[in-house]
């Protein structure tokens, strides 16, 4: 089975500051997704960013990007400038993709809580 | 970005009766629709997949009795929690998935509290 590990429960950054959430997965399969969800206070699960993993080219969206090492199984994501509006739990994804052409359930870590401070 | 809602927000029972949460895709067709239930300060746990006109498909240890789930239309799914106790007290969260390519976008949550 696939398991996903966010071994930081909590971390802490200082406004304008860059912040980077580990995320590391164990999976046997070639062809899946990777992705890094957001939950603010309002619990409203709001993706972050998506990666591909046939693709080597590491994704990015604004101030977010990932850092994507396929052989190691890593996957983490570096926030820059963070914001207040940054301060949010922070859930690594994993959902592998089929020959058949349809996508399984997605498979949550832990979840890293950020603090972003004046 | 499409959009998910569930009704209601939050809902405060008594223990016994049952409650009823929909999960409505607004603007666009799902074809599979998630049931995930979250505890304070931890990760989602999926509680039921459900396909368009298919009996859900529950995770090892979910009642399938206590949590009926019906997704009677490609907009529609219901999470029914049948006989209510404390213990069911959480937050649920609906997520429905479109077709290709399969993303998948989550509703705003219910906080159910059974007193």
């Known amino acids: 089975a696939q398991t996903v590990t966010q071994s930081q429960p909590e971390m802490s950054v200082q406004e304008a500051e860059t912040v980077t959430l580990s995320c590391t997965y164990d999976?046997?399969?070639?062809?899946?997704?990777l992705f890094w969800y957001k939950q603010p206070p309002s619990r409203q699960m709001i993706l972050v960013i998506r990666q591909e993993a046939y693709k080597q080219q590491n994704a990015t969206e604004n101030r977010f990007s990932v850092n994507f090492q396929k052989a190691a199984k890593s996957f983490s994501l570096k926030i820059s400038d963070s914001q207040l509006g940054d301060a949010a739990m922070y859930f690594c994804a994993y959902r592998r993709w089929f020959a058949t052409g349809t996508a399984s359930k997605l498979t949550f870590g832990t979840g890293t809580r950020l603090q972003v401070t004046l | 970005g499409a959009v998910v809602s569930q009704h209601p927000s939050w809902v405060i029972c008594k223990s016994g009766t049952s409650v009823k949460i929909e999960c409505r895709s607004l603007d666009f067709q799902a074809t599979t629709m998630f049931w995930y239930r979250q505890f304070p300060k931890q990760s989602l746990m999926l509680m039921a997949t459900s396909n368009e006109g298919s009996k859900a498909t529950y995770e090892q240890g979910v009642e399938k009795d206590k949590f009926l789930i019906n997704h009677a239309s490609l907009t529609l799914s219901t999470l029914t929690v049948t006989s209510a106790h404390p213990e069911d007290s959480s937050f649920y969260i609906c997520s429905a998935r479109d077709r290709i390519p399969y993303e998948q976008y989550f509703g705003p949550g219910t906080r159910l509290t059974v007193t």
């Open positions: 999976t046997s399969e070639s062809d899946y997704y």
